[in-house]
């Protein structure tokens, strides 16, 4: 017999959506639109992934093996077809403080961790937990990124020749200006211009890709003087090698690599599993979190132990593939070979390629991203979830996309808790033999167990009190306490109390808590052993 955590491992990667079609099937007409919705996707990850690998610390190279390694083994095994996963600025700001105090190799045995931390959360089949994410905070991730994307644009409007300019855009580089700015903004305007008209005259070729050849035909023919990919790093590589990362073996290395690794893993499974889920709502789909989780643990193991510097989903870059008709994993492995192809014999073309291009490009995906029906439903979703869209919103600008997908989780949490706590009171009436009936409406739990408590009027209730829990649940140890309390002090007052109507799973929770002891499997009765060890009828349904 297999030990249980290969069963695990293998009804972990057991998904059905592996297949390499679409609904549509595989045609000749299908393989031309994922060939060329993966080379525009390529053409997209080039500038973003230098940008990225600046922001590091690292050198370009670094962030492009990452983007072919992580981008080809999650579109090979991830749990959406259609994805595109590389190096992302999220993990790219947190890599840099490593980079700068430890070195490379220490960043690159991290990305090793970094993956295998990943794997086991989806060994674990922890990616589900994603679906506790409620629909204000997938609202706020979405246009918070898009203003993070469109912000990352800016740094092109820079004068070429720093690598602030090229990378994080802080605190260094010349903006343009004058007839430079001029001509930096048309190229852009008439790139969205291309993509927004090319859909209306033919569907043969991908907007965007069309954008881009178009725009890059005018600037080559006339030879304008713009800045171009080949100014922000040459991409000019041989094929990524086999590396050990060269770091000592010992717990000191762990206590500086375990931190960051775990930050890192973090990240990237947020931003890929609601990644996931977006794409999911375009095409379609659901499921695979577990799937994506082992893919890019997988995928990030690689990289770390052949110089990338780890990686991710890519939003911008998914949105440009399932825009472009981008449905299948073929999409994804040619955006990866073509920017090997890139790296190995294409770089002098492709760094003759106009920034302003690709950044009409991104500016495109911005307007897609963005959620702008969110701006109209403000005022009619109630307050606490337009609290959290734009909570949500603003700390993934000016935070990270973790700290703000946690933050509204918390507080959408807590919203929760408070709305239900408040929802516990309980219809009182009175029975034919005398006793006090309390029917408990509302959930008990740690949010409504003070209320719980003050729903009893002891110096008022007769000598038999009844409590009807057929409108209500008892959900945790707070709510045990919270009845153990109130069932005390009847027994103090000389006074019985009986709990009637209580649900199977909440019996089972009272007897996993040792509070509960049955006496009879048919329609039982129950008893209920309170702290001060005092014995009190609770009567089955039926009694």
């Known amino acids: 017999m297999k030990p249980a955590i290969f069963g695990l491992f293998a009804n972990s990667i057991a998904f059905p959506d592996l297949r390499w079609t679409s609904d549509e099937g595989l045609s000749v007409g299908r393989i031309r639109i994922e060939l060329l919705s993966g080379l525009t996707v390529a053409l997209a990850l080039v500038p973003e992934a230098v940008a990225f690998a600046f922001v590091a610390g690292v050198h370009p190279l670094v962030g492009l093996y990452a983007a072919f390694l992580v981008g080809l083994v999650t579109a090979l095994l991830g749990g959406r077809p259609g994805m595109i996963s590389g190096a992302t600025g999220a993990l790219a700001v947190v890599m840099v403080a490593l980079v700068a105090q430890h070195g490379v190799e220490y960043l690159f045995a991290t990305v090793v961790l970094m993956g295998g931390l990943q794997l086991f959360a989806g060994v674990m089949q922890w990616g589900r937990f994603i679906r506790l994410v409620p629909h204000p905070v997938m609202l706020g991730f979405v246009n918070g990124l898009a203003i993070v994307i469109f912000l990352a644009q800016m740094t092109q409007f820079k004068a070429p020749g720093s690598t602030e300019a090229a990378g994080h855009g802080a605190g260094g580089g010349t903006w343009l200006s004058g007839e430079p700015l001029y001509l930096m903004l048309g190229l852009v305007v ?57 770091v000592p073996l010992t717990w000191g290395t762990l206590e500086i690599i375990l931190p960051y690794a775990v930050i890192l893993a973090a990240i990237g499974l947020i931003e890929s599993l609601l990644t996931l889920n977006l794409v999911g709502e375009m095409t379609g789909k659901r499921g695979g979190a577990s799937q994506e989780c082992i ?8 990289t770390g132990f052949f110089g990338g510097m780890g990686g991710c989903a890519m939003i ?9 008709g981008g449905r299948t994993r073929i999409a994804g492995i040619s955006a990866a070979l073509f920017l090997l192809l890139f790296i190995l014999v294409g770089s002098s073309v492709i760094e003759q390629i106009p920034l302003a291009a690709l950044v009409g490009v991104m500016f495109m995906v911005v307007i897609g991203t963005f959620a702008w029906n969110s701006l109209r439903i403000l005022r009619r979703v109630p307050m606490t979830d337009a609290f959290v869209i734009i909570l949500v919103t603003v700390v993934t600008v000016y935070a990270d996309l973790a700290v703000a997908v946690v933050v509204g989780v918390i507080v959408s949490a807590l919203a ?25 409406q509302g959930p008990l739990f740690f949010g409504s167990a003070d209320g719980f408590a003050e729903l009893f009027d002891l110096g008022a209730d007769p000598e038999q009190v009844i409590v009807d829990f057929a409108d209500s649940r008892v959900v945790d140890q707070s709510a045990l306490q919270a009845i153990e309390a109130v069932a005390a002090k009847y027994q103090a007052a000389g006074k019985r109390i009986q709990l009637v109507h209580l649900s199977r799973d909440c019996h089972a929770l009272l007897s996993k808590a040792g509070h509960l002891m049955v006496d009879s499997d048919d329609d039982p009765d129950y008893g209920l052993v309170v702290n001060y060890s ?3 009828g609770i009567l089955g349904e039926g009694h």
Do not use: C
Request: aromatic share 6%.
């Open 190 to 246: 008439l790139t969205m211009g291309i993509i927004w008209l090319m859909p209306r005259v033919t569907k043969v070729i991908p907007a965007p890709l069309a954008g881009i050849g178009i725009v890059a035909a005018v600037v080559i023919g006339f030879g304008l003087d713009v800045p171009r990919v080949g100014d922000l790093a040459s991409i000019e590589g041989g094929l990524p090698l086999f590396h050990v990362p060269l």
């Open 295 to 302: 893919a890019q643990g997988l995928a990030n193991t690689l």
């Open 316 to 324: 911008g870059q998914s949105m440009i593939n399932v825009k472009s």
């Open 416 to 440: 929760y808790a408070w709305n239900n706590a408040r929802r516990i009171h309980a219809k009182i009436s009175e029975n034919s033999e005398g006793a006090k009936v309390y029917q408990i």
């Open 534 to 536: 005092v014995r009190i």
